[in-house]
C-alpha cells in the first residue's frame, strides 16, 4: 500500500503566486523528510530536507513538519515559471528506503 | 564535485534483447541504488547496494532485472530479456549512509522497448 499520499496530482499558479504542496504518510517509524524537484529529462534533485517539527526556510521555500499528524509541506511563494516541474516528498525511517509521494507536477504561467 | 552519472542517457531496444545500463555514484558515495520510474507507478525501488553488497534485489523485478557493483565506483543494470513494459526512466542513485543521508539523483536514463 502507498505509505505517503501526495496532493495536489498537479497544480497550477500565476507567476509571482504560491504553490502549495502536500503529503501524509501512514508510518509513525518515518523520522527524515526530503522534497525533491525533478524538471522534465533529469534526475530528481533534493530542494530541503526537514527532520523536526515545525517551519524550516530557505529562500522562497518552506516546509513544515508535524510528526504527530504524519504531515509534510512546502510552500513556495514568488513561484517563477524555472519552478515548473515535478516535485516529490520522501520519507524514510532509521533504514535506508527512501518512500516517495506520488509527485505533484507544478505549472507557473508566465 | 562530480555527481551521479548515467549512461546511455536514451536507449531502444527491441522485444528480446539485452541491455546494460552504467552508474557511476558520487565519489566516496557507499549506497547505490537503482530505481525505475513511470507516470503510472512512479519511483519504484529495483536494487540497493551498501558497501558493494547487494542488499535488496528488488523482488519483482528479480527474474530480468540484474544489478552488479563491480567495483565502488561503477555499477550497470542488465535487463535480460527486454519487454515493452519495461519502457520506462531508469535512476541511479547514490548516498553517504541510511536516515538522515540524502540521496543524490543521477539524469536518468530513458529506455524504450519497440
Known amino acids: 500500500q502507498q505509505k505517503v499520499q501526495q496532493s495536489p496530482e498537479s497544480l497550477s499558479v500565476p507567476e509571482g503566486g504560491m504553490a502549495s504542496f502536500n503529503c501524509t504518510s501512514s508510518d509513525r517509524n518515518f523520522q527524515y523528510f526530503w522534497w525533491y524537484r525533478q524538471h522534465s529529462g533529469e534526475g530528481p534533485k533534493a530542494l530541503m530536507?526537514?527532520?523536526?517539527?515545525g517551519d524550516k526556510k530557505e529562500g522562497r521555500f518552506t516546509a513544515h513538519l508535524n510528526k504527530a499528524s504524519l504531515h509534510v509541506s512546502l510552500h513556495i511563494r514568488d513561484s517563477q515559471p524555472s519552478d515548473s516541474a515535478l516535485y516529490f516528498c520522501?520519507?524514510?525511517?532509521?533504514?535506508?528506503?527512501?518512500?516517495f509521494g506520488t509527485g505533484t507536477s507544478l505549472l507557473v504561467d508566465p | 564535485d562530480a555527481g551521479v552519472t548515467q549512461t546511455p542517457r536514451h536507449e531502444v531496444a527491441e522485444k528480446g534483447q539485452t541491455i546494460i545500463l552504467k552508474c557511476e555514484p558520487v565519489?566516496?558515495?557507499?549506497?547505490l541504488f537503482w530505481y525505475r520510474q513511470t507516470k503510472i507507478q512512479g519511483l519504484e525501488l529495483l536494487s540497493y547496494?551498501?558497501?558493494?553488497?547487494?542488499?535488496?534485489d528488488g523482488g519483482a523485478f528479480k527474474d530480468r532485472f540484474k544489478a552488479e557493483m563491480l567495483n565502488s565506483s561503477f555499477s550497470t543494470l542488465k535487463i535480460q530479456p527486454t519487454e515493452p513494459k519495461d519502457s520506462a526512466v531508469y535512476l541511479c542513485?547514490?548516498?553517504?549512509?541510511?536516515?538522515?543521508?540524502?540521496?543524490?539523483f543521477g539524469p536518468g536514463t530513458r529506455l524504450t522497448v519497440l
Open positions: 565519489s566516496g558515495h557507499n549506497d
Open positions: 547496494f551498501r558497501s558493494k553488497s547487494l542488499m535488496e
Open positions: 520522501a520519507a524514510r525511517n532509521m533504514g535506508y528506503k527512501l518512500t
Open positions: 530536507s526537514i527532520f523536526s517539527d
Open positions: 542513485a547514490s548516498s553517504l549512509g541510511q536516515g538522515a543521508a540524502e540521496q543524490f
